[in-house]
């Protein structure tokens, strides 16, 4: 059902779904979330859909980085480091906007 080319406007939608089911403690990169949505090439329009779910309480945008864990996306995210300390709550250590141990905190969605 997922796997669909990004040509409609529910794309970001379906972004959305993939992103709600990002466990705690764990991240993913706006490709993979492309990737498992059928449309690899998509990772920037991934990156569109997260910055504009910032004001839904229920997607964790915050869990969604860049291919090799930097924190791309924290510029939009209220405050300085809001970014940073919400995965540093969740037990991810972070430095210099760098996810450390990348590949162990790394959740590949699987449709």
């Known amino acids: 059902m997922l796997k669909e080319k990004p040509n409609n406007e529910n794309f970001f939608e379906r972004v959305y779904e993939v992103a709600r089911q990002i466990p705690y403690g764990k991240v993913t990169s706006y490709g993979a979330i492309a990737k498992a949505l059928g449309a690899a090439r998509s990772a920037r329009m991934v990156g569109w859909a997260m910055n504009a779910s910032h004001n839904m309480e229920d997607v964790p945008a915050h869990r969604v980085v860049n291919r090799v864990g930097l924190l791309s996306g924290k510029h939009h995210f209220d ?3 809001l970014m940073q300390q919400l995965l540093e709550s969740e037990g991810i250590e972070v ?9 162990k905190h790394f959740w590949e969605p699987d449709f």
Do not use: A
């Open 79 to 81: 405050g300085t480091n």
């Open 95 to 103: 430095i210099d906007n760098q996810i450390i141990d990348f590949e």
